[in-house]
């Protein structure tokens, strides 16, 4: 497959801070672990050696047995209360960080409205319109192309002209995906990577990251929206992504779909041109250079026809 070739930008020495927009407000986003963060990312001397170390699945592998052990489950009020964690929803007790990090919920809602889209998880949205394929926008100066994305140039080609929306998952996120349709889903693909952080630090610093990651490739044929291919990205410190469906499953809206174990991710949803409009307010937002804050259910769009 032929590889896309981007320019590439002066990187500005100094990382400026994350600002994410949540509820009419801007807010500097507290990332876990920031100092660490933009060492590994922004420090042109100590960094590279310890991204060759991190971006490794054996890093992940080991930071996710310790998650396992009784041990880490100390860790858990302490978490929740310096991230101010949400945890209405969320019963019973966590034998360790990974149980807790997985953790379900049971006061979920999606719009009830056949051709309302809500959010498939928690995290930080993005939407971008009349995609090419050839040049998706990552993140400030970083790109990527969807063929190289899907590791198939037809299927990308299916989607030009369409839309594309980013929902990132912060480790203080809840971490499953729900279907935000009724549907028919395919068997995953899976594509071998490493494990780059998905956060804005790291994505505006690693060319073509979200290409260089380990993925799953999910076909979902909607009644509402078409065709929609789901990606979901694993990051630092996600070692495996788990899903809750088999191929050609019928599933309903609201269903579990997938979880990811402990770490931030990445779930990138692509519909064909013609076949879902987001909502202004967040595509204003993108447009400007920020990630919206959004609940799982939230209505984050409409279909055409609605």
Known sequence: MKRIKFKRRAK???QDDVIIYNNGEYEKEFIPAEKGMRLIYGNPVCGPPMLFLVKRKLVSRLYGRYCRTK?????????????????????????????????????LSFPETQGVLGSPCEGLVSISTDIEPENLIAAKDSYFSLPELFGDESLAEKYRGGTMVRLRLTPTNYHRMHFFDNGVVSAPSFIKGHLYSVNPLAVGRVARLYCRNKRAIIGFSSENFGDVILVEVGATFVGSIVHCFEAGDAVSRGQQASYF???????????????????????????????????????????MEK
């Open 71 to 107: 041990s880490s489950a100390r860790n858990i009020p302490k978490f929740i209360e310096k991230y101010q964690i949400d945890m209405t929803g969320c019963e019973g007790e966590y034998k360790n960080f990974a149980d807790f990090f997985s953790r379900e919920k049971n006061n």
């Open 261 to 303: 174990l402990p770490g931030g991710s990445l779930v990138l949803m692509f519909f064909k041109k013609d076949m879902f409009t987001p909502c202004g307010e967040i595509l204003a937002q993108t447009a400007k250079g920020f990630e919206s804050k959004i609940s799982a259910g939230e209505p984050i769009g409409t279909s």
């Open 12 to 14: 500005n020495k100094k």
